[in-house]
């Protein structure tokens, strides 16, 4: 069945500092990718996403790279800040028979002035 | 904001009860969806309701069962509830079925089961 499989956490940065977090998915077909964070005490917020091979997402500094031949969506950002402390859920969703998303077990970020 | 609302933000309750989650789905969107988020189980999609009629099913107990009105609110019942019911439930709603549709989430419903 399709699963995700996220960079365990948590992930302890100075501001300013590049990140990545990883992820990597098994799925039959041509699945969306997508990064959904949740800022403490809040819902999910969808970050990026994409829907083909080779697309880039991007927000808000955010970027992500759908890697069909690594079967591989990293979540990257080349200078972090305070407010992007969250825990950060990578997902997907095939473009067929069941809509539904199914979520890595999610990285908890903290940033450090 | 999403544009999907769910009531109430927390419920308190004791084993053996039952309640009802709420959720209102973006405006123009047909598609809702219930995820469980627990300590232990990660993020587990529960149902799929599209316009009004069941769609998908997923780690959903019989005690939980669920509904979409011709308004396109839906209602999540949770019966007989035990402690490991405890967890934050959310409501997405997305356009349609398509599996490049976004889903958005609402704020969540923080349910104790005391």
């Not at chain 1, 080349?78 to 969703?93: K, N």
């Amino acid at each position: 069945g399709d699963s995700v499989t996220q960079m365990e956490g948590p992930v302890t940065l100075s501001e300013e500092a590049f990140l990545t977090i990883n992820c990597t998915y098994t799925a039959t077909g041509y699945p969306s990718l997508f990064w959904y964070v949740q800022y403490p005490g809040e819902g999910l917020q969808l970050l990026l996403k994409a829907t083909k091979a080779d697309d880039k997402g991007s927000n808000k500094g955010f970027e992500a790279t759908y890697r069909k031949e690594t079967t591989s969506f990293h979540l990257e950002k080349g200078s972090v800040q305070v407010s992007d402390s969250a825990v950060y859920f990578c997902a997907l969703r095939t473009n067929f028979g069941n809509e539904k998303l199914t979520f890595g077990t999610g990285t908890r970020l903290t940033i450090i002035p | 904001d999403s544009g999907v609302t769910q009531t109430p933000k927390h419920l308190i309750t004791a084993t053996g009860q039952r309640v009802t989650l709420r959720c209102s789905p973006r405006s123009g969107d047909l598609s809702v969806y219930w995820y469980q988020q627990s300590l232990d189980q990660g993020l587990q999609f529960l149902i799929q309701y599209y316009n009004g009629e069941e769609r998908a099913k997923g780690n959903i107990l019989e005690r939980f069962s669920a509904q979409q009105f011709p308004d396109l609110h839906s209602e999540l019942n949770l019966s007989s509830l035990e402690l490991g019911d405890s967890a934050l439930y959310f409501c997405a709603s997305s356009p349609g079925t398509g599996g490049v549709d976004t889903q958005y989430f609402g704020p969540g419903t923080r349910l104790t089961v005391l």
